[in-house]
């Protein structure tokens, strides 16, 4: 699915991006440029990084 109209990324990009280290919102519009025009897909690009962060801190091995 299309986030960011104005630069063509997709929600499949920003996953990549964070899978390569990406874990901020200005990392990703460094990277991929999203929210650096309009802004509108602000919103759905932070929805998008909070899931994918929380599946990959699910995933790591509890410590305690």
Not at 31 to 54: D, F, H, M, P
Request: one cysteine or more; a positive charge; hydrophobic letters at 35%.
């Amino acid at each position: 699915m299309y986030v960011c109209i104005c630069h063509g990324v997709t929600d499949t990009q920003i996953e990549s991006a964070i899978d390569n280290g990406a874990e901020t919102m200005k990392q990703l519009t460094s990277e991929l440029n999203v929210g650096s025009q309009c802004g509108k897909c602000c919103q759905c690009t932070k929805r998008v990084l909070n899931r994918k962060l929380l599946q990959i801190a699910e995933a790591q091995p509890k410590v305690a």
